[in-house]
């Protein structure tokens, strides 16, 4: 299989990360699976891209989208169709955020739908949405959800053990929920000077008129600011974390690696609710509004100092879903899409 993406590692994109860990499972590495990426998706590249996968000895194609590299250009659609009818070779699809895109997006990504052999979803919700609109999916789509792109620390410490209070981990970048963060947090400072709070998370060039004004903003408040650290160090912050505040703008989902990355190093997940969020997250995890937020997270906190049974009953919901309800690992992810294509 030829795994097709918009932006590989060293370049930051939670899609790329994906890819990564896809492509380094045993699974793929006895498979003979393949990344093809490129730096430019202009319309203007297109001859260069088609010339070199031409080059490539693939059986079947499996495009990945929507991704940072990729932007708003067509290319990969081209590419899809030039896959299918000029190389005559299968393709297999798969959608990140379908809901999230615009009526160009979606339009276009019919394309996707229509020349692929399957298309996989990563969310039970975001497959609906799209049936909505591409009834024929419902028979040649299926579900494989994500892990996380973050590994579990080697030491989980005890909640109440933990030093740090309450973190944000993501991208810093737009329609995140970071502004919300801070400004919950600068509350949290008034009534509480010694609460330790951080946002750790990656920087992307693309949206450096964002983070700029964001990190100087930090830089006047008691958050600590944890900037491009390696996964294994991420994941050794996040388990000496109490809570992890992610108060997304369109609330928690199943495709949230940060959310994944937070819950698998067993911190206590505080977010909010929006139109994908699943019945199963509502009940596993405490969702509140930006208004309650503060009382919500002070609340808990008061509970792990005095050992009350809340936190408790917050941390066997907790494993109780990463036992039914997220993938075991990247290998199983990767045994799911050979399972797909040995029917194709």
């Known amino acids: 299989m030829l795994i097709i993406t918009g932006t590989y590692p060293p370049r930051r994109c939670g899609v790329g990360d994906y890819c990564y860990n896809l492509?380094?499972?045993?699974?793929?590495?006895?498979?003979?699976?393949?990344?093809?990426?490129?730096?430019?998706?202009?319309?203007?590249?297109?001859?260069?891209?088609?010339?070199?996968?031409?080059?490539?000895?693939?059986?079947?194609?499996?495009?990945?989208?929507?991704?940072?590299?990729?932007?708003?250009?067509?290319?990969?659609?081209?590419i899809a169709l030039y896959i299918k009818y000029i190389l005559r070779k299968p393709i297999i699809t798969t959608i990140h955020e379908y809901s999230r895109l615009g009526w160009k997006g979606r339009l276009a990504a019919k394309i996707f739908f229509r020349s692929s052999e399957h298309t996989i979803f990563t969310t039970e919700v975001e497959r609906q949405f799209a049936i909505k609109k591409n009834g024929f999916l419902k028979k040649r789509s299926s579900i494989i959800k994500i892990f996380s792109n973050i590994d579990q620390a080697d030491t989980i410490n005890p909640i109440e053990e933990r030093t740090?209070?309450?973190?944000?981990?993501?991208?810093?970048?737009?329609?995140?929920?970071?502004?919300?963060?801070?400004?919950?947090?600068?509350?949290?400072?008034k009534r509480e000077k010694e609460c330790k709070m951080y946002i750790m998370g990656q920087t992307q060039e693309e949206f450096r008129w964002y983070y700029e004004p964001i990190i100087e903003r930090v830089k006047n408040s008691n958050i600590e600011l944890i900037l491009n650290?390696?996964?294994?160090?991420?994941?050794?912050?996040?388990?000496?974390?109490?809570?992890?505040?992610?108060?997304?703008?369109?609330?928690?989902?199943?495709?949230?690696?940060?959310?994944?990355?937070?819950?698998?190093?067993?911190?206590?997940?505080v977010s909010?609710?929006?139109?994908?969020?699943?019945?199963?997250?509502?009940?596993?995890?405490?969702?509140?509004?930006?208004?309650?937020?503060?009382?919500?997270?002070?609340?808990?906190?008061?509970?792990?100092?005095?050992?009350?049974?809340?936190?408790?009953?917050?941390?066997?919901?907790?494993?109780?879903?990463?036992?039914?309800?997220?993938?075991?690992?990247?290998?199983s992810v990767a045994l799911q899409y050979k399972k797909i294509i040995t029917k194709k």
């Open 23 to 78: 492509i380094n499972t045993e699974t793929a590495r006895e498979s003979g699976w393949q990344v093809y990426t490129t730096d430019c998706w202009n319309i203007s590249n297109i001859k260069q891209i088609t010339k070199e996968i031409s080059k490539i000895d693939f059986d079947i194609a499996n495009i990945q989208y929507p991704t940072m590299g990729y932007s708003t250009s067509i290319t990969p659609h081209l």
């Open 164 to 189: 740090k209070d309450i973190g944000y981990f993501g991208y810093i970048r737009p329609d995140k929920g970071i502004e919300t963060f801070i400004d919950i947090c600068n509350k949290i400072t």
């Open 229 to 269: 650290r390696s996964a294994k160090e991420v994941a050794n912050i996040l388990s000496n974390t109490k809570i992890a505040y992610l108060p997304y703008p369109d609330g928690l989902t199943e495709r949230r690696g940060s959310f994944l990355a937070a819950l698998l190093n067993r911190c206590i997940i």
């Open 272 to 331: 909010s609710a929006g139109t994908f969020t699943t019945e199963k997250m509502k009940k596993a995890f405490t969702l509140c509004t930006e208004e309650r937020a503060e009382e919500v997270l002070m609340n808990i906190l008061n509970d792990i100092d005095n050992r009350g049974a809340q936190q408790k009953v917050l941390t066997a919901n907790s494993e109780l879903y990463i036992e039914k309800e997220i993938p075991q690992s990247w290998e």
